[in-house]
């Protein structure tokens, strides 16, 4: 079983910035993709960023304000966001997709990111 652990969110004043990180563990032999997804209270769950080994994506929402890295030494996922915004303001879930003693598609268990006016 692959095991996410989160850490780094809390609150902001607009403008801010916040450093979120997600650390894989388990028997995992590759990772095929790391990611960040967001929900905001009432909506559904969207991809903010994903990072593989071909390269990296955002969202438009995103773009340009928030960096998505990885260390595969530690499997962990990082995402720099910066110039943040109250819509910004969401539960911030990391995603990985690993191969281990089977596939995996595992989420981390959330942690809130909340920017103030």
């Known amino acids: 079983q692959v095991q996410l652990v989160e850490s780094g969110g809390g609150l902001v004043q607009a403008g801010g910035s916040l450093r979120l990180s997600c650390a894989a563990s388990g028997i995992i032999f590759s990772i095929n993709a790391m990611a960040w997804y967001h929900q905001a209270p009432g909506k559904q769950r969207e991809l903010v960023a994903v990072?593989?080994?071909?390269?990296?994506n955002y969202a438009e929402s995103v773009r340009g304000r928030f960096t998505i890295s990885r260390d595969k030494s530690k499997n962990t996922v990082y995402l720099q966001m910066n110039s943040l915004k109250p819509e910004d303001t969401a539960v911030y879930y990391c995603?990985?997709?690993?191969?281990?003693?089977?596939?995996?598609?595992?989420w981390g268990q959330g942690t809130q990111v909340t920017v103030s006016s």
């Open positions: 990072i593989t080994s071909g390269g990296t």
């Open positions: 995603n990985v997709q690993a191969v281990g003693t089977k596939y995996y598609n595992s």
